[in-house]
């Protein structure tokens, strides 16, 4: 098993964002995290990356116990993240960028994974372009999950990374997803909003309501599910 959450609270003063959640990711797994609004999800996201620190619960990750372990270790033992906005470090190339996240994430310099890494982005005919002004909304998402990879991640963590983009886009960006997931082994955990995206690529999704995991199947299933389609309609039966 790469990640477990057992009973994992998160709290913020008296509100509680994450209530009592556990699952678990395996090697290679698709999975997709869902729920309203407010739902708990870039919560969970936090605690698992190591922003937000639960105060009930434990978390693994390959044997690891997460508690009180800092940003910068979780990357060194195969967690990855990329953001919904991106964030190129500025006055830097694209190259650059993914240099600085691969130290981050490994200590080491590997230009054969950079070069890869452009490879599988289509990044490569940028490499040396200035990467906070020279790029396209999608080139600039495929650069943040481009910096995820080069950390060496285990499991890929995708925070909304396809908000903004129209259907075309959406397509061609889930491709080089799941083109990163073969050539390089990772499991992708993936918020999103889009429900058909979702369905077309997720093996399995979890479901987040009022900081509850209130479902854990295969779309079919849990798109099905009565709480599931209240939680999305506010009570009202779809
Ligand atoms: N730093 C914080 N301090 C206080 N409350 C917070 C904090 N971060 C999140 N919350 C609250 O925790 C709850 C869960 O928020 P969270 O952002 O995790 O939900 P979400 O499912 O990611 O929502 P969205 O889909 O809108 O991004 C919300 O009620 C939110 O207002």
Same mark, same amino acid.
């Given at each position: 098993?790469?990640?477990?959450?057992?009973?994992?609270?998160?709290?913020?003063?008296?509100?509680?964002? !994450?209530?009592?959640? %556990?699952?678990?990711?395996?090697?290679?797994? !698709?999975?997709?995290?869902?729920? *309203?609004?407010?739902?708990?999800?870039?919560?969970?996201?936090?605690?698992?990356?190591?922003?937000?620190? *639960?105060?009930?619960?434990?978390?693994?990750?390959?044997?690891?116990?997460?508690?009180?372990?800092?940003?910068?270790?979780?990357?060194?033992?195969?967690?990855?993240?990329?953001?919904?906005?991106?964030? *190129?470090?500025?006055?830097?190339?694209?190259?650059?960028?993914?240099?600085?996240?691969?130290?981050?994430?490994?200590?080491? %310099?590997? $230009?054969?994974?950079?070069?890869?890494?452009?490879?599988?982005?289509?990044?490569?005919?940028?490499?040396?372009?200035?990467?906070?002004?020279?790029?396209?909304?999608?080139?600039?998402?495929?650069?943040?999950?481009?910096?995820?990879?080069?950390?060496? $991640?285990?499991?890929?963590?995708?925070?909304?990374?396809?908000?903004?983009?129209?259907?075309?886009?959406?397509?061609?960006?889930?491709?080089?997803?799941?083109?990163?997931?073969?050539?390089?082994?990772?499991?992708?955990?993936?918020?999103?909003?889009?429900?058909?995206?979702?369905?077309?690529?997720?093996?399995?999704?979890?479901?987040?309501?009022?900081?509850?995991?209130?479902?854990?199947?295969?779309?079919?299933?849990?798109?099905?599910? $009565?709480?599931?389609?209240?939680?999305?309609?506010?009570?009202?039966?779809?």
């Amino acid at each position: 098993m790469l990640l477990t959450l057992d009973h994992v609270t998160v709290a913020f003063g008296g509100l509680v964002a !994450v209530s009592d959640v %556990s699952f678990s990711v395996s090697e290679h797994e !698709v999975l997709g995290l869902v729920g *309203p609004n407010g739902a708990g999800k870039t919560t969970l996201f936090n605690a698992i990356s190591g922003l937000a620190r *639960p105060s009930k619960g434990k978390m693994t990750f390959c044997g690891h116990d997460l508690t009180g372990i800092p940003i910068h270790k979780r990357a060194r033992i195969g967690i990855g993240r990329a953001f919904q906005v991106p964030q *190129p470090m500025h006055e830097l190339t694209v190259r650059e960028n993914l240099i600085v996240a691969q130290h981050f994430g490994t200590g080491h %310099s590997n $230009p054969g994974k950079i070069d890869e890494i452009l490879d599988l982005t289509r990044l490569g005919h940028k490499a040396n372009r200035d990467a906070a002004s020279s790029l396209a909304l999608t080139e600039q998402k495929a650069l943040e999950v481009g910096k995820a990879l080069a950390t060496n $991640p285990r499991m890929l963590m995708l925070d909304e990374v396809l908000a903004g983009l129209e259907t075309n886009g959406k397509r061609a960006f889930m491709q080089t997803l799941d083109d990163a997931r073969q050539r390089f082994g990772v499991a992708l955990l993936m918020v999103e909003h889009d429900i058909e995206t979702i369905s077309n690529t997720c093996q399995r999704v979890l479901v987040l309501n009022f900081g509850k995991l209130i479902a854990d199947g295969s779309p079919e299933e849990v798109f099905r599910n $009565p709480e599931v389609i209240r939680s999305y309609t506010g009570g009202e039966t779809a």
